[in-house]
């Protein structure tokens, strides 16, 4: 089955540094996405990973692992617009699939003062 | 950047009315666009792949009779919620790629649309 896990809920403080982690079993896969979501709005885009390794901009890092089914997403130089929703996802090309999004739950990031 | 836009942002309807989302890709060309809800506190929900030119191909559990897509052009899909009732009631975000676009692997969202049903 398709299953994406990461954690529910992270706590921060601004100026740190804080990674976010998923883990993914899916039929097919075609790239990893990160984006941002703050409440009431539509995702953003973040961080695509194909291929193994880190992925570097700016202030946001994302790291692949395929053969662990892993990802990280690594937040530095926290500041409080941060505070938001970062959702996982995974793209599917599984036969039949056309390439469709499958989500994680979504991680809810509180930056404190 | 490619842009996707939703109209209305947001509806509020009686239950048992039906409403009518549309969904643009406004600068691209989108083959295939999809349909998502989102729940409060919950990550999006895949309901629907929309192909143009032809049938929805939805994911399990989610209503094709109630949930009617349609994908007449490259820039136009639409999703009407039929009969509705307040369970109903969710943020929607549809999304389109932008295949052979120097991000042919980016997924770009529309704005969502918030509907309430009474």
């Known amino acids: 089955g398709q299953n994406i896990d990461q954690p529910t809920e992270m706590t921060a403080t601004e100026g740190a540094i804080v990674q976010i982690n998923c883990t993914y079993q899916?039929?097919?896969?075609?790239?990893l996405f990160w984006y941002q979501q703050h409440a009431g709005e539509a995702p953003t885009f973040l961080s695509y990973?194909?291929?193994?390794g880190l992925e570097e901009k700016g202030r946001f890092s994302s790291f692949l692992s395929r053969s662990k089914g892993y990802s990280y997403l690594l937040l530095k130089e926290l500041q409080m617009k941060d505070s938001a929703s970062y959702l996982c996802?995974?793209?599917?090309?599984?036969?039949?699939?056309?390439?469709?999004?499958?989500f994680g739950q979504g991680t809810t990031l509180q930056v404190k003062p | 950047g490619a842009v996707v836009s939703q109209h209305p942002s947001r509806v509020i309807c009686k239950s048992g009315t039906s409403v009518k989302i549309e969904c643009r890709s406004l600068?691209?060309?989108?083959?295939?666009m999809f349909w998502y809800r989102q729940f409060p506190k919950q990550s999006l929900m895949l309901m629907a792949t929309?192909?143009?030119?032809?049938?929805?191909?939805?994911e399990q559990g989610v209503e094709k009779d109630k949930f009617l897509i349609n994908h007449a052009s490259l820039t136009l899909s639409t999703l009407t919620v039929t009969s509705a009732h307040p369970e109903d009631s969710s943020f929607y975000i549809c999304?389109?790629?932008?295949?052979?676009?120097?991000?042919?692997?980016?997924?770009?969202f529309g704005p969502g649309t918030r509907l309430t049903v009474t």
């Open positions: 999304s389109a790629n932008q295949w052979g676009g120097p991000s042919s692997y980016e997924q770009y």
């Open positions: 899916t039929s097919g896969f075609n790239g």
């Open positions: 990973n194909v291929l193994d």
């Open positions: 996802a995974v793209r599917d090309n599984a036969a039949g699939n056309t390439g469709k999004l499958i």
């Open positions: 600068d691209f060309q989108a083959t295939t």
């Open positions: 929309s192909n143009e030119g032809s049938k929805a191909t939805y």
